[in-house]
């Protein structure tokens, strides 16, 4: 089974300051793990994935994650916080297990983290 | 551009109706999924598509069907069967599993609907 947990569902950091966005995942297998960001009414856009390659991912944005193993988690973070940056921020696991056994690329998601940015 | 388009973005459906949602790609993917979006929660998968004419119920399924006649389009009905239909409702749709693109899946604009 995989699961995943957002530490925080609310975060407010003043524009300029960095942003940590916590996540941690439960996976019986090797994970694909994924950052969507969402602005309100509209759908999901992606960030950045893990997919087994380097365990520090870039995404668009200047945002970045970094996959540790050994801690379970895969925290969203940016050197800088920008108004635009204001959205709910979803982590994403998909066990490839799964998919390979026909079982369809299913995906757990978070229960998201309402970023707030303020001047 | 490609991308995938929801119609419409808003509906209102009354006590006792069936409504459809629908969801168009032209990405070329074969897989194709809708998902269901409540505040405050993550998203939970309703049904999902891997190819033409095949589908799967996904962890809530009930009260809600599909059908994948065309690799584009992937329409959802909400039946009268479904106690608690008001949410926010996202298509989205992947190349299929095993190729090389990480099982990204994207997304589509999203459909709210609200009974009334």
């Known amino acids: 089974a995989q699961s995943v947990t957002q530490l925080d569902s609310h975060v407010s950091v003043s524009e300029g300051t960095p942003v940590l966005l916590r996540c941690n995942y439960s996976?019986?297998?090797?994970?694909?793990l994924f950052w969507y960001v969402q602005h309100p009414n509209k759908g999901l856009q992606l960030l950045l994935k893990?997919?087994?390659?380097?365990?520090l991912v870039k995404g668009i944005n200047g945002f970045e994650a970094e996959f540790k193993k050994s801690e379970t988690s895969f925290h969203l973070t940016k050197p800088s916080a920008h108004m635009s940056d204001a959205a709910e921020y979803f982590c994403?696991?998909?066990?490839?297990?799964?998919?390979?056994?026909?079982?369809?690329?299913?995906?757990?998601f978070g229960t998201g983290t309402q970023l707030k940015v303020e001047l | 551009d490609g991308g995938i388009t929801q119609s419409p973005k808003y509906l209102f459906r009354k006590e006792g109706q069936n409504v459809t949602l629908s969801c168009e790609q032209n990405?070329?993917?074969?897989?194709m999924y809708w998902y269901r979006q409540d505040p405050g929660q993550g998203l939970r998968l309703i049904y999902y598509?891997?190819?033409?004419?095949?589908?799967q119920k996904g962890d809530i399924a009930e009260g809600y069907s599909v059908s994948r006649e065309k690799k584009e389009s992937f329409p959802l009905t909400v039946t009268s069967a479904q106690k608690n239909p008001t949410a926010f409702y996202l298509c989205?749709?992947?190349?299929?599993?095993?190729?090389?693109?990480?099982?990204?899946?994207?997304f589509g604009e999203g459909s709210w609907l609200t009974v009334v």
């Open positions: 989205a749709s992947s190349i299929p599993q095993g190729e090389g693109s990480g099982n990204t899946i994207y």
């Open positions: 996976s019986s297998y090797s994970p694909s």
């Open positions: 893990y997919t087994s390659a380097a365990t």
């Open positions: 994403v696991v998909s066990d490839r297990r799964i998919i390979l056994t026909g079982g369809g690329n299913k995906l757990t």
């Open positions: 990405l070329n993917h074969d897989a």
């Open positions: 598509s891997q190819i033409v004419n095949d589908f």
